[in-house]
Protein backbone atom coordinates (compact mmCIF):
# COMPACT_ATOMS: atom_id res chain seq x y z
CA UNK A 1 0.00 0.00 0.00
CA UNK A 2 2.71 2.12 0.59
CA UNK A 3 4.77 1.60 -2.54
CA UNK A 4 1.07 2.95 -4.69
CA UNK A 5 1.33 5.86 -2.34
CA UNK A 6 4.35 6.97 -3.22
CA UNK A 7 4.16 5.55 -6.78
CA UNK A 8 0.57 8.33 -6.83
CA UNK A 9 3.00 11.32 -5.36
CA UNK A 10 4.93 10.61 -7.57
CA UNK A 11 2.80 10.84 -10.73
CA UNK A 12 1.54 14.18 -9.23
CA UNK A 13 4.62 15.66 -8.60
CA UNK A 14 5.07 15.13 -12.59
CA UNK A 15 2.20 16.12 -13.24
CA UNK A 16 2.34 19.90 -11.47
CA UNK A 17 6.16 19.93 -12.81
CA UNK A 18 4.58 19.88 -16.18
CA UNK A 19 1.72 22.42 -15.54
CA UNK A 20 3.97 24.42 -14.40
CA UNK A 21 6.64 24.33 -17.52
CA UNK A 22 4.11 24.63 -19.86
CA UNK A 23 2.65 28.17 -17.81
CA UNK A 24 6.44 29.23 -17.96
CA UNK A 25 6.27 28.89 -21.78
CA UNK A 26 2.85 30.23 -22.73
CA UNK A 27 4.37 33.16 -20.98
CA UNK A 28 7.50 33.68 -23.40
CA UNK A 29 5.65 32.47 -26.13
CA UNK A 30 4.24 36.57 -26.56
CA UNK A 31 7.39 36.93 -27.93
CA UNK A 32 8.13 34.90 -30.89
CA UNK A 33 8.96 36.19 -34.42
CA UNK A 34 8.13 35.25 -37.93
CA UNK A 35 10.71 33.82 -40.01
CA UNK A 36 12.30 36.08 -42.53
CA UNK A 37 14.98 34.28 -43.08
CA UNK A 38 15.70 32.95 -47.32
CA UNK A 39 18.46 31.44 -47.39
CA UNK A 40 18.05 27.86 -48.36
CA UNK A 41 17.69 25.28 -46.22
CA UNK A 42 21.27 23.25 -45.33
CA UNK A 43 21.81 22.35 -42.14
CA UNK A 44 18.84 20.50 -39.85
CA UNK A 45 17.98 19.95 -36.33
CA UNK A 46 15.66 17.55 -35.43
CA UNK A 47 13.63 16.86 -32.02
CA UNK A 48 12.01 13.50 -31.98
CA UNK A 49 9.78 11.76 -29.08
CA UNK A 50 10.84 8.38 -29.12
CA UNK A 51 7.61 7.03 -27.39
CA UNK A 52 5.93 7.75 -30.18
CA UNK A 53 8.73 6.83 -33.20
CA UNK A 54 11.26 5.28 -33.32
CA UNK A 55 12.06 4.89 -37.19
CA UNK A 56 14.90 7.52 -36.40
CA UNK A 57 17.21 5.63 -39.09
CA UNK A 58 14.55 6.14 -42.10
CA UNK A 59 13.47 9.55 -41.35
CA UNK A 60 16.70 10.76 -41.68
CA UNK A 61 17.48 8.75 -44.78
CA UNK A 62 14.49 10.51 -46.22
CA UNK A 63 16.44 13.42 -45.51
CA UNK A 64 19.40 12.94 -47.75
CA UNK A 65 16.96 11.31 -50.63
CA UNK A 66 15.81 14.69 -50.47
CA UNK A 67 19.45 16.32 -50.91
CA UNK A 68 20.42 16.93 -47.64
CA UNK A 69 24.15 15.45 -46.60
CA UNK A 70 24.02 13.58 -43.65
CA UNK A 71 26.53 15.30 -42.11
CA UNK A 72 24.50 18.19 -41.49
CA UNK A 73 21.66 16.49 -39.76
CA UNK A 74 21.34 16.58 -35.92
CA UNK A 75 19.53 14.56 -33.81
CA UNK A 76 18.42 15.06 -30.13
CA UNK A 77 16.39 12.55 -28.26
CA UNK A 78 13.78 12.41 -25.90
CA UNK A 79 12.41 9.14 -23.42
CA UNK A 80 10.02 9.40 -21.38
CA UNK A 81 12.05 7.02 -18.73
CA UNK A 82 15.41 6.23 -19.23
CA UNK A 83 16.76 2.85 -17.69
CA UNK A 84 20.19 2.92 -15.38
CA UNK A 85 22.10 0.89 -17.91
CA UNK A 86 20.73 2.06 -21.57
CA UNK A 87 22.81 3.08 -24.35
CA UNK A 88 21.73 5.31 -27.25
CA UNK A 89 22.95 5.56 -30.64
CA UNK A 90 21.90 9.81 -30.66
CA UNK A 91 21.96 12.16 -27.31
CA UNK A 92 18.98 11.47 -25.22
CA UNK A 93 17.13 13.00 -22.13
CA UNK A 94 14.23 12.87 -20.52
CA UNK A 95 12.06 14.49 -18.29
CA UNK A 96 14.97 14.01 -15.07
CA UNK A 97 17.69 16.26 -16.87
CA UNK A 98 14.61 19.28 -16.91
CA UNK A 99 14.34 21.95 -13.84
CA UNK A 100 11.43 23.15 -12.69
CA UNK A 101 12.39 26.44 -14.57
CA UNK A 102 12.69 25.37 -17.54
CA UNK A 103 16.87 24.52 -17.22
CA UNK A 104 17.87 21.41 -18.95
CA UNK A 105 21.35 19.59 -17.04
CA UNK A 106 22.46 18.12 -19.94
CA UNK A 107 25.09 20.08 -21.86
CA UNK A 108 23.99 18.85 -25.03
CA UNK A 109 20.70 19.73 -24.66
CA UNK A 110 21.61 23.35 -24.70
CA UNK A 111 24.31 23.50 -26.98
CA UNK A 112 21.56 22.15 -29.65
CA UNK A 113 19.20 24.59 -28.74
CA UNK A 114 21.77 27.13 -29.20
CA UNK A 115 22.91 25.60 -32.89
CA UNK A 116 21.89 28.15 -35.50
CA UNK A 117 20.11 25.61 -37.78
CA UNK A 118 18.70 26.29 -40.92
CA UNK A 119 15.80 24.61 -39.58
CA UNK A 120 14.36 22.76 -36.82
CA UNK A 121 11.94 19.64 -37.05
CA UNK A 122 9.79 19.34 -34.24
CA UNK A 123 9.29 15.18 -34.37
CA UNK A 124 6.53 14.86 -32.33
CA UNK A 125 2.73 15.15 -32.53
CA UNK A 126 2.17 15.88 -28.51
CA UNK A 127 2.60 18.45 -26.97
CA UNK A 128 5.15 17.38 -23.48
CA UNK A 129 6.76 20.24 -22.18
CA UNK A 130 10.58 19.31 -22.52
CA UNK A 131 9.58 19.21 -26.74
CA UNK A 132 7.79 22.30 -26.28
CA UNK A 133 10.79 24.05 -24.84
CA UNK A 134 13.73 23.11 -27.26
CA UNK A 135 11.43 24.06 -30.06
CA UNK A 136 10.88 27.62 -28.28
CA UNK A 137 14.12 28.44 -27.38
CA UNK A 138 15.71 26.73 -31.06
CA UNK A 139 18.34 29.04 -32.61
CA UNK A 140 16.75 27.88 -35.87
CA UNK A 141 15.73 30.25 -38.50
CA UNK A 142 13.31 28.06 -39.63
CA UNK A 143 10.66 25.52 -37.64
CA UNK A 144 9.02 22.90 -38.79
CA UNK A 145 6.61 20.46 -36.81
CA UNK A 146 3.26 18.77 -36.72
CA UNK A 147 -0.28 20.64 -36.46
CA UNK A 148 -1.18 18.90 -33.58
CA UNK A 149 1.21 21.05 -31.52
CA UNK A 150 0.67 24.99 -30.56
CA UNK A 151 0.64 26.60 -33.69
CA UNK A 152 2.67 29.39 -32.05
CA UNK A 153 5.34 27.24 -32.26
CA UNK A 154 6.79 26.70 -35.72
CA UNK A 155 6.73 28.43 -39.18
CA UNK A 156 5.24 25.40 -41.20
CA UNK A 157 2.90 22.63 -39.56
CA UNK A 158 2.06 19.34 -41.77
CA UNK A 159 -0.91 17.61 -40.77
CA UNK A 160 -0.04 14.29 -40.53
CA UNK A 161 0.71 12.40 -37.16
CA UNK A 162 4.76 10.77 -36.80
CA UNK A 163 4.66 7.50 -37.67
CA UNK A 164 3.62 8.67 -41.30
CA UNK A 165 7.09 9.84 -41.51
CA UNK A 166 7.20 9.34 -45.52
CA UNK A 167 4.06 11.35 -45.70
CA UNK A 168 5.47 14.17 -43.70
CA UNK A 169 9.12 14.29 -45.52
CA UNK A 170 7.26 14.66 -48.85
CA UNK A 171 4.68 16.87 -47.63
CA UNK A 172 7.68 19.11 -46.00
CA UNK A 173 10.10 19.34 -49.34
CA UNK A 174 6.89 19.98 -51.12
CA UNK A 175 6.37 23.45 -48.97
CA UNK A 176 10.12 23.82 -48.94
CA UNK A 177 10.19 24.09 -52.60
CA UNK A 178 7.28 26.34 -53.21
CA UNK A 179 8.98 28.77 -50.15
CA UNK A 180 11.80 28.36 -52.21
CA UNK A 181 13.77 27.14 -49.15
CA UNK A 182 15.22 24.32 -51.45
Known sequence: MFSRLICKSNMFIKYIKEL?????????????????????IQTIGIVIDESYFSDKEQLTKELVANGIKENNIKMIVFKDKIKKNETFSQPTFCNKDLSWKGDFAPTFVADFINTPFDMLISYYDTEKAPLLL??????ALFKVGFSTVDKRLNHLMINTNAENYKVFTHELFRYLKILNKI
Do not use: E
Not at 29 to 37: R, Y
Not at 134 to 139: D, L, M, N, P, V
Open 20 to 40: SLKKILKSSLHNVKPSIATTP
Open 134 to 139: ITHHSK
